[in-house]
């Protein structure tokens, strides 16, 4: 009886796999999108600024008026500030009355939308030239019906 040493026949000493020598990329992206999901995560938490202990005043807030002044226009033109008429005359010593003789007071220009564009820049014009420096025109939010 023979015997075959050796590892002969059909392979039987050696593996049947050879080496991959292909990269496989499927761990790799795996791996990738669990650091997107980790950074997408943390990336906004590190925007905040730097928690600092304040320090303690009695100083007033620098824009300390909580109620605005209101100017309306209605739809003829006339003004009102508040619930009083007032004519173009009188409407800047009115509205320093009002704020106290402070420039830096919020003043809301609200006008009918029927009016004519140039009575509500008119009016700005006057509030401006009386030294008020925060004018503002108050607008309505529109309802979902339409």
Not at 84 to 110: P, Y
């Amino acid at each position: 009886m023979a015997m075959q040493l050796g590892g002969g026949g059909r392979g039987r000493g050696r593996s049947r796999y050879r080496p991959m020598s292909d990269i496989n990329v499927t761990p790799l992206v795996d791996v990738m999108l669990v650091l997107l999901i980790i950074f997408m995560v943390t990336a906004p938490l590190m925007t905040s600024g730097v928690n600092v202990d304040l320090p303690k005043t009695n100083a007033s807030p620098v824009n300390a008026d909580t109620k605005p002044i209101t100017l309306t226009i209605k739809s003829d033109g006339s003004l009102y500030l508040g619930d009083d008429v007032v004519t173009n005359d009188e409407l800047v010593a009115k509205l320093q009355a009002a704020a106290q003789n402070d420039s830096a007071h919020r003043i809301f220009v609200r006008g009918d939308q029927h009016i004519d564009y140039g009575r509500v820049m008119q009016v700005m014009g006057t509030i401006t030239s009386g030294g008020f420096t925060h004018v503002a025109l108050l607008a309505e939010q529109p309802t979902g019906g339409k």
